[in-house]
């Protein structure tokens, strides 16, 4: 597993653009604002059921990492971390290319997500400033 994917997750977290733990992944989950829901690779299968359950009958995107618990914890500062979600669609699309394992669906579906939060960033940024210069008629 390549280094930048849990830099990704550190950036994410040192950035305020990550869910960690069970019961924030969910509150973000049921908000609809978990664009990436990551799970270790030892952690438990009840884990990786309520982590599907959390993105069932949504867009939300559920991967499992090739990494342990411990390296998921030891990058954002706590002991052991076996579950983490993103909030933010264009980091999430980076962790993903990152990964060695393609996962082409979750790509596509963040991608998409990523390209709309792009658009409506620009449309604000528009909005900005036609009211500061004061619409033209």
């Known amino acids: 597993m390549d280094n930048r994917?849990?830099?990704y997750l550190a950036l994410a977290r040192k950035a305020g653009l990550a869910e960690l733990g069970e019961e924030p992944v969910g509150a973000a989950a049921r908000a609809g604002k978990a664009h990436l829901i990551l799970v270790a690779a030892d952690a438990s299968d009840h884990t990786w059921r309520r982590a599907k359950s959390f993105a069932a009958g949504t867009d939300q995107q559920?991967?499992?990492?090739?990494v342990s618990k411990e390296e998921m914890g030891f990058v954002v500062g706590r002991t052991s971390l076996a579950i983490a979600a993103l909030t933010d669609p264009s980091l999430a699309l980076a962790l993903t290319e990152s990964l060695e394992?393609?996962?082409?669906?979750v790509r596509e579906v963040l991608a998409a997500k990523?390209?709309?939060?792009?658009?409506?960033?620009q449309e604000a940024k528009a909005h900005q400033r036609n009211l500061r210069r004061g619409k033209k008629k």
């Open 101 to 105: 394992t393609p996962a082409p669906q």
């Open 62 to 66: 559920v991967l499992r990492l090739p």
């Open 5 to 7: 994917t849990l830099n």
């Open 114 to 121: 990523a390209e709309k939060a792009r658009k409506h960033r």
